[in-house]
């Protein structure tokens, strides 16, 4: 009993040294900190000032999937996990600007292109939750159309609290067989393309000191990629853009965080060199020409949940929680949504 009244007043002392340790960095960054930082000296009695709200705040219902009123950008959102997530978005309370180019991205996508058509039904969905919506057809490798977009929206919604970077391309080419594109316009999409997004955005966040980025990266992103080597680059590369932009953006109460994906069944995955791979990953030998059944069968044995591929849907709850003020002290990390494949993974 006495240890345990000790160690609560250990405790309480150490929150106090917290809070005082808290208030002279306030004050040293209201007075001015370059100034206070060249005299090194304590704030003067009384002039300190109660630091910015920080943390998640105190327990309530659902608040890892409020977003009520945040206004949300989501890039390649025509389809696949970004429609998901900006519709997930709307129904947890956000307005959504979809954005994508819906339309040819390269000849090195093994997808096919998304089409104006693709975005207008996402944003119907959005705008079926009583949430505003706008469209932008803007190519994330243009930082000069995403900054215009971001002026846009700033002038349209009043703030931006939200980036969810998900457009990118796929690529299955040995190396031995690459043409040029393929390595150079998987990563310029990919890479340079979710870069532009971030430093496009940014600093309307850092203005506001507040802002949450959400960067989709990949399983393939942690580990080697037979025959898909610049996409596999690529999503090892948005991590590495991830991790600095959350040291860089920290102090401004901005958070960037990677969510990380298991195979999905979008547009960027449903042919069939891509069930032919998926078969081959567990070491079968594939057919010819597999089916989407055949490929079910031999990956879901090797998954923890028992699946062969999981919906946009099981991804963009996961956006949403990343999103919230629930999340407030996650930065720098990685969210992984995989059925349990990650599990295999260091
Ligand atoms: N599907 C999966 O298995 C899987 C797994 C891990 C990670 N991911 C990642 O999730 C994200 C979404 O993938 P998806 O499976 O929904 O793909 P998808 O092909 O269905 O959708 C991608 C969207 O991005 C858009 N896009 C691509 N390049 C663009 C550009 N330059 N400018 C604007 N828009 C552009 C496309 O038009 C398309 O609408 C990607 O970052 C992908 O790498 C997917």
Redesign the pocket.
Known sequence: MQDENNGKGARHHRREILIGGALIGATLASAGSAQAQAIGTMPTPGSEVAPPPKGAGAIKPARGSMLQDKVAVV??A?????RAIAVEFAANGADVVV????GP?SPASN?K??EPA?LAETAKRVRSYGRRCNEIH????DIGALRQAADQIERDFGKIDIVVA?????RWMPLLEMQDSDWRDVID?NLN?TANTVRAFAPKMVARKYGRFIL?S??QGKHGTKNASSYSAS?WGIMGLMKSAALELGEYNVTVNALI????D????RYQARYKNAIAETGNKPPENPSPQQAWDSRAPTVPLQVGWLE?EDISPAAVFLASDAAAMVTGAEYEVTGGDSAKDV
């Open positions: 890039t390649g025509a389809r696949g996990i970004g954005l994508d180019i819906v991205v997808a292109p998304a693709d803007a190519d994330i490798r998900d457009a990118a391309i796929q999409n393309g989709l990949s399983m999503k994906p298991g195979l999905v979008t547009e960027l995955t946009p």
